[in-house]
């Protein structure tokens, strides 16, 4: 990055000196002193700055035709003792792009537009992507709570009024753009373990997410014959590995996880008498994760046995969201034309982008994730490929808005 | 039960009034009330009543050629949530059978003695047995501390000396017996599900428990592609499989249980990275638990593949513990002459039995557990079946003291 935006960076990291990771938690004061020192240093570099009532912060760099712009950026926001390239990468490298072409070629034809969005990650309030879903008027979030009880309504109002207070801001929410482009890490191992470097991103794979109870009769360990016992756990391996095989003979992509699972009572001595496990499942082909799902309700449906039952619920259910083709066989020509091999690839994460595609043609870029770790402080990307795929972003908003 | 017993088992159940089930932990008030009670009950009916340092009580009907004695008896200690018959059941059943032998046939050959051992279960401090060992010389517990802190120690000594104090109450402890019984609940289903009303336990099971932690490395449960995972759980969940698998072939009597199970970090799109189970085996034979554990072993080791690795830590070792051939070929000339059918059987759970059976003759009498249920407020037992066992004990008490 470059010197005075590295500087930023750096900046903002250091808000979470002190804690374990990064820990920019939506509309807390160190969120807030975050965007705010983003918000001192797009008004220092002379960008028009608006907040909107989600504390969304758009830096525009105004063209000739005002409107639409075109725009890119990503979520300020982080997880509990997150990494420090999760979406500050793609904030401020959507930010140095901006400078880059203004220094370069001056005035844009479009307006183009650097984003940072309030919120993503649902790390503090059961939310996700408030901000994205604000800028593309799909649902404005209110009456949470967080754990603590703060309600997420008195805390957004708290926090955003003391950005839209500040010197050089303007308290509006923008027009949505001509399309949209997000830089963002990986947070996978696939760009690492194969050498590349850039990731054009053709869809966000749709996800479900299942709770399954197994219910059978707790009972003593010793007394207990083995052909007199209804154990839930027993029950809920057969069921699980049933599953697994499922999976493994659908799709190569799908994407299976038992996560959770907790043991009732879950005593050494004491047959399990129930079970509860999620399931979430992943594909960029809603028809697969509707396979998937049918078949694993026959298998639930079939574990009722004498003594045992299952029970199945779904609470999550997001469709896949396909990215823009166009943009991306523009990136494609683009990165090539630079001298990388790029690949094309799904996201198996949720981002902003997969709200902006709602509304906007948009695309994602990745970069490479160091061993496919993310969510953690020891999250990690080399310099040169964070600079790389910069460099392509900047040459696809030059394309678009020069 | 005869009228008085009754009555004094009822007093003694309703000093767990206001809480689940009983709940009598050793050297609690609760506790203390209702050895108090049997005292007192022991004291006003003549019968000569010894406390020893650890709070059993011993009620003897002294014979004309006084040691050794013929004992019976149970605990009066209870789990947390527990039943009204689990230890409670032999001791004042034993205490009837000595009172409705006086009343017949006078003073004893040999002394009789019922005792109440002060605790069994383990439920409030980290050990069990500890007052048939003090009584068999075996060990004398000290050093430990319930979850809230308090000391094993202090809460003995004051418990005891409250119990030492009362009126005809002389503190010793007393000689070994020249034999034991211990009427006791099956705490299982064999006798209820067969319509038998009594068993005469050959032996209490052996048993040993295991703790195994598998680890893998935790993940995006997204991004992380199905072929590059170190996934805990679903290793976890192909050992379970073949252990029970293994447990199966054994030996048909094998119990083999996974009672608790915690995986890290539990969380619905989070690879698991370390799951920790426990295994509860039990068998009268100690070479079947021996080779279970050494395919177990083997099994654990051979967990380990790339990426995963599976560990395994023995923590209960318990031998098995025959009891006394003659005593219940003895029982069962009994049983079947006052015209039962009994089945003779192993016991899966831990008694003082076993405890007893390392230094003098010992046998059990099982009841019913009504739907096998135990350690549970809902234990039970039908009145015919408590009276039928109390039956067989006099005249076995009767055979060998008179």
């Given amino acids: 990055m470059q010197p005075a935006i590295a500087d930023l960076f750096q900046r903002i990291i250091h808000l979470s000196d002190g804690t374990t990771g990064q820990n920019r938690l939506v509309y807390t004061p160190r969120w807030v002193a975050a965007q705010k020192a983003l ?11 608006s907040v909107d009532d989600y504390g969304t912060v758009y830096m525009d760099l105004p063209g000739r035709a005002t409107a639409p712009a075109i725009a890119t950026g990503s979520h300020m926001d982080t997880v509990v003792h997150g990494g420090q390239f999760d979406g ?18 001056g005035q844009p034809h479009q307006t183009l537009r650097a984003i940072s969005f309030s919120e993503e990650e649902g790390s503090r309030f059961p939310t996700t992507f408030s901000g994205s879903k604000h800028y593309a008027r799909l649902a404005d979030i209110t009456g949470l709570t967080d754990d603590s009880g703060a309600s997420f309504d008195t805390a957004r109002i708290t926090a955003v009024t003391q950005l839209q207070q500040l010197p050089g801001v303007t308290r509006q929410l923008p027009a949505l753009p001509k399309s949209f482009t997000e830089l963002h890490i990986e947070q996978g191992p696939r760009l690492i373990t194969t050498g590349r470097t850039i990731g054009l ?7 479900r997410r299942f709770t399954i109870t197994v219910t059978g009769t707790a009972n003593h360990a010793g007394t207990t014959p083995m052909n007199q016992r209804h154990d839930a756990l027993q029950a809920a391996i057969t069921l699980m590995s049933q599953l697994r095989v499922t999976a493994a003979t659908a799709e190569s992509q799908l994407t299976f996880t038992v996560g959770q699972l907790t043991v009732s009572p879950n005593t050494s001595n004491v047959i399990p008498g129930k079970v509860v496990f999620t399931v979430d499942c992943r594909h960029a082909d809603d028809t697969v994760l509707g396979a998937f799902e049918t078949a694993m309700r026959h298998l639930v449906n079939q574990t009722s046995a004498p003594g045992i039952t299952a029970s199945i619920i779904r609470w999550v259910h997001d469709k896949p969201a396909p990215l823009a083709a166009p943009l991306l066989a523009a990136n494609r020509m683009l990165a090539t034309q630079l001298g990388f091999d790029p690949v094309v690839m799904d996201s198996g994460a949720g981002h902003d982008s997969e709200i902006m595609s709602r509304v906007t ?22 310099p040169e490929d964070l600079a790389a795929c910069i460099k392509l972003l900047t040459a696809s908003l030059f394309q678009q808005a020069y």
Avoid at 89 to 105: I, M, N, P, S
Avoid at 361 to 374: Q, Y
């Fill in 39 to 49: 918000i001192a240093f797009a008004v220092a570099q002379d960008l028009s700055v």
């Fill in 88 to 105: 500050l990468y793609g904030v401020l490298g959507g930010l140095q792009a901006l400078l880059t072409l203004r220094d370069r070629h």
């Fill in 201 to 207: 991103v053709s869809a966000i794979v749709g996800q």
């Fill in 361 to 382: 043609p948009t695309t994602m870029i990745f970069v490479p994730s160091v061993n496919g770790i993310s969510h953690a402080p020891n999250e990690y990307t080399a």
